[in-house]
């Protein structure tokens, strides 16, 4: 019996050394490069990013409002307007019993505008247009200047009862004055005062509204 002491004493050493070898090839295994072992820390887990907000969309571009000019051609025989929109214009040129609506585009302080009754060609800057226009034949050139309503141009396209259609224009001088033609089932003549306020007119006894043009 007094053998078994140091082979018991012997065989406790070579099982603790080999729990102690466990151990430590698992702490190699999780730490190759022996970092943790040498701080004595566990591993720890790295932070996900934090979520970057979402850009802030721009507002949209504001649009420069319309302008427009009226006025008397030079001599006071008709009276025309121009409403420039971005880089398109509106004419209208009348003398009460002729008239001619006109459309085109604008650039560099320039406008041509183009109808199938006349044409108009200007220089225009913030405060005034000048230029030459014609209706059914006759020519005139102006120098016209910027208004703001209830001055401007103005126009009616509706069915009244009856059927008959209605088509007309104003232009609302900065005195007050209107000149237009308002054209009923297909027959023209001046047209009447219309609300510079509201756009209200009564045609043949029924009350439509014109828009104003810009």
Known sequence: MARK?????????????????????LVTADDPDGELAAAG??????????????PTPEPPAEQAEPVTYVGRVDGGGASVAIVIDGDQATGYVCDGVIEAWLTGATGDGELALRGQRGELTARFDAGSAAGQVTADGRS???????????????????????????????????????????TVGGQSEPAPELDPDTGAVTIDGAEVTADRVG
Request: glycine share 16%; proline share 10%; charged share 10%.
């Open 5 to 25: 002491g140091p082979l018991l004493t012997l065989l406790g050493g070579a099982v603790l050394a080999g729990a102690l070898l466990g151990a430590n090839l």
């Open 41 to 54: 820390t566990s591993p720890t887990p790295t932070a996900a990013p934090a979520a970057q907000p979402s």
């Open 140 to 182: 005139w050139s102006f120098t016209i200047e910027q208004v703001a309503p209830p001055e401007g141009l103005y126009r009616v396209a509706d069915t009244i009862l009856g059927g008959a259609e209605v088509d007309g224009g104003w232009i609302i001088l900065p005195d007050g004055t209107q000149i237009g033609v308002l």
